[in-house]
């Protein structure tokens, strides 16, 4: 079992940023791939970023490139997504995801999912 805890949602006005953070316990941290997902009120769960284990790959859905940004930092067993540039649509549930191997673009390619932090984006 691999527990992931979110933070650093919050409210912020159009073309602000936040910083979520996603620390993570359990098994060994350092060797799975990260990742983070999104959900908004009426909408399915959407893919936005992801990391492999050394950190020297990233993906990005369309919606957030240039404008997110996904690290980690393994000595502190933690993921990063920082978020410039924030769009009202940028509303949603933000939940970080852990793959053992593959890095987790699809729903099917999570293995663990936090429980989310709420991101709102007011005009």
């Known amino acids: 079992q691999v527990q992931l805890v979110e933070s650093g949602g919050g409210l912020v006005q159009a073309g602000g940023s936040l910083r979520l953070s996603c620390e993570a316990s359990g098994r060994t941290f350092s060797r799975y791939a990260m990742g983070w997902f999104r959900q908004a009120p009426g909408k399915e769960r959407e893919f936005v970023s992801a990391i492999n284990w050394s950190g020297d790959s990233t993906y990005y859905g369309d919606s957030v490139k240039g404008r997110f940004t996904i690290s980690r930092d393994n000595a502190e067993n933690t993921v990063y997504l920082q978020m410039n540039s924030l769009k009202p649509e940028d509303t949603a549930v933000y939940y970080c995801?852990?793959?053992?191997?593959?890095?987790?673009?699809?729903?099917?390619?999570?293995?663990?999912w936090g429980q989310g932090t709420q991101v709102t984006v007011s005009s």
């Open positions: 995801a852990a793959n053992s191997l593959a890095v987790p673009r699809g729903l099917r390619q999570v293995h663990y």
